[in-house]
């Protein structure tokens, strides 16, 4: 969605571009920024959550790409981050999340390798993305009973259940527009 939105649907030559080739994306970029998210072309279609907070089976090979395609990463990102906090282990609150401690908006740490569709990729590592992936991982973490239950046997059964056991051993915060150490 931010990608979408944020980068392509505001500005006028991108969103002029999306509007052309793929009007309904761009529909759905608009839908999806609505606070009660009312779409007159959808009018007959009800308002509601679906029954039991039930996931529709369309969205399930969705969310399998992305444990996917992100759970690796994830994981690769959660490994070394948890060595670089090993190895720092007296770094006190509020210490930069950053290799060089330096402010940064989107600090690194160095450079992950993890697999992905066959290949190894190699990039510089990214705990911005870890951090926000640890609110929905401790959204997920607090459900209970039935609940939880029926988030485990979907992450289960869309490969997502390690990604979903993610746990960094320091937790990490936003402070002044950056991230650091709890």
Known sequence: MAPLFAH????????????????????WTERMNLA?????????????????????????PVLRLLFQDWGAQLLAEASFVNAWLESNGDLPAGTMVSAEGEHKVHPTLGLIEYPWR???????????????????AAEAGALQGDAR??????????????????????????????????
Not at 36 to 47: H, K, L, P, Y
Not at 151 to 178: C, E, N, S, W
């Open 8 to 27: 392509l649907g505001r500005d006028p030559v991108p969103a002029g571009l999306m509007k052309r080739r793929a009007p309904n994306v761009f529909r």
């Open 36 to 60: 009660n998210n009312f779409d007159g072309e959808f009018f007959d279609i009800a308002q509601d959550w679906l029954p039991d907070d039930r996931i529709p089976e369309t969205l399930e």
């Open 118 to 136: 066959g290949i190894t990729m190699q990039r510089a590592s990214q705990p911005h993305g870890l951090w926000r992936f640890e609110k929905i």
């Open 149 to 182: 239950q029926r988030f485990d046997a979907l992450a289960a059964r869309l490969g997502g259940t390690q990604v979903m056991h993610i746990a960094l051993q320091r937790p990490m915060i936003r402070k002044g527009y950056a991230l650091v150490l709890a």
